[in-house]
């Protein structure tokens, strides 16, 4: 049996695309890690957001996250997708040790305390 690990990906596609382009890519990205016996825990769209620098003449981009878990050789294979597709101006892809895929887990189910709430003065 091989290692498999948690990794997380964020990916910035151009802001250029109807909101029907959007999803058919990022269902696109979806299938070749299913294709590749990837297992998507978690997916997020973060929307439309400003960029801290302009890529390509471009200031704002459609932000995704995908959260799988994988062989290593789908990082190649994902990145690869990525290179080749005009739509996507940047990704960044991490592997998660076991406490940051433990962290995850209790964010995804809402089990992370709020430590830093305001206290009120009477």
């Known amino acids: 049996m091989s290692l498999k690990n948690n990794y997380e990906t964020v990916f910035i596609i151009t ?26 825990i978690n997916e997020e769209n973060w929307g439309l957001k400003k960029l801290a620098y302009e ?6 981009g459609f ?5 799988y878990i994988g062989e290593p050789t789908i990082v190649n294979i994902i990145e690869t997708e990525f290179r080749r597709d005009e739509k996507v101006i940047r990704f ?25 709430k305001v206290k009120e003065v009477a």
């Open 92 to 116: 960044l892809t991490t592997v998660q040790d076991k406490f940051a895929a433990a962290y995850a887990t209790k964010r995804r189910k809402g089990q992370l305390g709020h430590h830093n």
């Open 63 to 67: 932000y995704f996250f995908l959260e």
């Open 15 to 40: 802001p250029v695309l109807s909101e029907a382009q959007v999803k058919d890519t990022v269902e696109k990205f979806k299938a070749v890690l299913t294709n590749n016996n990837a297992e998507i």
């Open 55 to 60: 890529i390509n003449h471009k200031t704002t």
